[in-house]
């Protein structure tokens, strides 16, 4: 009843040629794909021009973060209107290496999804604990605050319009993935927190993706679990091959 959805975040790489090649590589590759929806995220000044790249292909475009604010003296920050007028549906809000490398806040990043819903962009509201907070056994308090600030104010009409990513901090770019088990017992905990605030009918229908050195080889295993939705992914999202093979094995 939920619709996959794999989201590929290309972090700080690839440069403009690359950029092209990639998102073009993946909209020939995929163009017949319906049944997952499919999305790249690449750094801020590719964005037009890979969404010309994979414009009418079932590849959608999304941005790793935005500002909140909807324009003005904010110096390097990026709208959410400007990212609609270069072709984005979703945006990253969240990401570990923003709260753990630039110092984001749950308040600035539920600042963010509320902004973004505003919009009409499509939020990914990226969680996940440290490693030394899930050998503290604190991964249910962490991933639990982080949703619910993450959230807070975003009603019931607008919470399906978020995608939530859990994504462990140490299985990012580590090449150390979740097991499935683990992956699924956080998923499930969240569903149940979506439940609690909002409604069961809610939590069934919320997508929830799993990211942490996902690839073509783990795919299937993590997307079996019950609670798994989809996939944000990061290193094996830079090859049109690891990539559509993902989508494929869906
Ligand atoms: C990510 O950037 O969100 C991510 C999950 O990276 P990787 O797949 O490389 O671990």
């Given at each position: 009843?939920?619709?996959?959805?794999?989201?590929?975040n290309w972090?700080?790489?690839?440069?403009?040629?690359?950029?092209?090649?990639?998102?073009?590589?993946?909209?020939?590759?995929?163009?017949?794909?319906?049944s997952v929806?499919?999305?790249?995220?690449?750094?801020?000044?590719?964005?037009?021009?890979?969404?010309?790249?994979?414009?009418?292909?079932?590849?959608?475009?999304?941005?790793?973060?935005?500002?909140?604010?909807?324009?003005?003296?904010?110096?390097?920050?990026?709208?959410?209107?400007?990212?609609?007028?270069?072709?984005?549906?979703?945006?990253?809000?969240?990401h570990?290496?923003?709260?753990?490398v630039?110092?984001?806040?749950?308040?600035?990043?539920?600042?963010?999804?509320?902004?973004?819903?505003?919009?009409?962009?499509l939020?990914?509201?990226?969680?996940g604990?440290?490693?030394?907070?899930?050998?503290?056994?604190?991964?249910?308090?962490?991933?639990?605050?982080?949703?619910?600030k993450?959230?807070?104010?975003?009603?019931?009409?607008?919470?399906?319009?978020?995608?939530?990513?859990y994504?462990?901090?140490?299985?990012?770019?580590?090449?150390?993935?979740?097991?499935?088990?683990?992956?699924?017992?956080?998923?499930?905990?969240?569903?149940?927190?979506?439940a609690?605030?909002?409604?069961?009918?809610?939590?069934?229908?919320?997508?929830i993706?799993?990211?942490?050195?996902?690839?073509?080889?783990?795919?299937?295993?993590?997307?079996?679990?019950?609670?798994?939705?989809?996939?944000?992914?990061?290193?094996?999202?830079?090859?049109?091959?690891?990539?559509?093979?993902?989508?494929?094995t869906?």
């Amino acid at each position: 009843m939920r619709k996959p959805f794999i989201a590929g975040n290309w972090k700080m790489n690839k440069d403009s040629a690359g950029s092209v090649e990639l998102a073009a590589g993946l909209a020939k590759e995929l163009k017949d794909v319906d049944s997952v929806d499919v999305a790249v995220c690449p750094p801020f000044v590719y964005l037009q021009a890979v969404s010309n790249a994979v414009s009418g292909s079932p590849v959608k475009v999304g941005a790793q973060n935005m500002y909140f604010e909807a324009n003005g003296a904010f110096t390097g920050e990026i709208s959410t209107d400007m990212l609609k007028d270069v072709g984005c549906t979703y945006v990253i809000c969240g990401h570990s290496e923003r709260r753990h490398v630039i110092g984001e806040t749950d308040e600035l990043v539920n600042k963010k999804v509320k902004a973004a819903i505003e919009s009409g962009l499509l939020p990914i509201l990226a969680v996940g604990e440290l490693l030394e907070e899930r050998e503290a056994d604190k991964t249910n308090d962490v991933v639990k605050t982080q949703v619910t600030k993450g959230l807070e104010g975003v009603s019931a009409d607008d919470i399906l319009k978020v995608t939530i990513a859990y994504e462990p901090v140490w299985a990012i770019g580590t090449g150390k993935t979740a097991t499935p088990d683990q992956a699924q017992d956080v998923h499930a905990m969240i569903r149940g927190l979506i439940a609690e605030l909002y409604s069961q009918d809610v939590a069934d229908k919320i997508r929830i993706q799993y990211g942490g050195s996902a690839k073509p080889a783990n795919t299937a295993e993590l997307m079996a679990q019950p609670d798994v939705d989809g996939l944000l992914v990061g290193g094996a999202s830079l090859k049109v091959e690891d990539f559509s093979k993902m989508i494929k094995t869906v």
